[in-house]
């Protein structure tokens, strides 16, 4: 079946110490996002890839990186994470670009900042 | 700033009930409407979407939309159990960013 897979599951890091996420999509889908979202609250929109072409949101911290070397795949980096960083990490795809497109999300990856 | 309000609940509805959701949204020139429902600790699953105004029925889901006002709803016929969950509201706006409410936690009593 044609889906978004995200591993880890679960991630537990130290403060400070580098992690990185990862997506794939059988999907080929265009487009690939990440989001964080904190307990009861709105995903928010951290980044995304349209093709190659990569899009940050205004207000994304640096400390997040990402790369998506190929269609398929996709990576978020948390270069030193901090407390405030734990958080479900949700991939997701779409199509392309338009009025119609929905977005199809992975399982998530559950991070924990020790 | 552009915003998408939904009630926080929860909202508590009897088994085989309606469940009603609503959602208002800020920027009149939104073009589509999505409602995803999430269950604890998961991942958003979408379950129906809406570009024109009025109805569109699928199972035991309605969408309504009404574009004037500023609203959006979700309707749950015959509300089961399984329904419980939060559902979030998602507006694409007229720069085609995607704005996310924070959900309605919906609890479906036995």
């Known amino acids: 079946d044609a889906m978004v897979i995200q591993n880890p599951r679960y991630q537990v890091t130290q403060f400070g110490k580098p992690v990185t996420l990862s997506c794939s999509q059988t999907?080929?889908?265009?487009?690939m996002y990440w989001y964080q979202q904190k307990s009861s609250q709105a995903p928010k929109l951290l980044f995304h890839?349209?093709?190659?072409?990569?899009?940050n949101e205004a207000d994304t911290p640096d400390n997040f990186q990402s790369r998506r070397p190929n269609t398929s795949f996709c990576f978020l980096d948390i270069r030193s994470p901090g407390l405030g960083d734990a958080a479900m990490y949700l991939c997701?795809?779409?199509?392309?670009?338009?009025?119609?497109?929905?977005?199809?999300f992975g399982p998530g990856t559950r991070l924990l900042v020790l | 700033q552009k915003e998408v309000e939904q009630n926080s609940g929860p909202l508590s509805v009897p088994e085989g009930a309606i469940a009603s959701l609503n959602c208002t949204y800020s920027d009149r020139g939104s073009q589509s409407f999505f409602w995803y429902r999430q269950y604890s600790g998961k991942s958003p699953e979408l379950i129906m979407f809406?570009?024109s105004n009025g109805d569109k029925e699928d199972g035991r889901f309605t969408a309504q939309l009404n574009k004037a006002s500023q609203y959006v709803s979700l309707l749950i016929r015959d509300s089961q159990p399984s329904d419980s969950a939060t559902y979030l509201c998602a507006v694409r706006d007229s720069n085609y960013q995607l704005i996310w409410g924070a959900g309605t936690k919906l609890i479906i009593k036995p």
């Open positions: 997701a795809t779409s199509p392309g670009p338009g009025d119609q497109e929905t977005q199809y």
């Open positions: 809406i570009y």
């Open positions: 999907l080929n889908h265009n487009v």
């Open positions: 890839y349209y093709d190659k072409d990569f899009n």
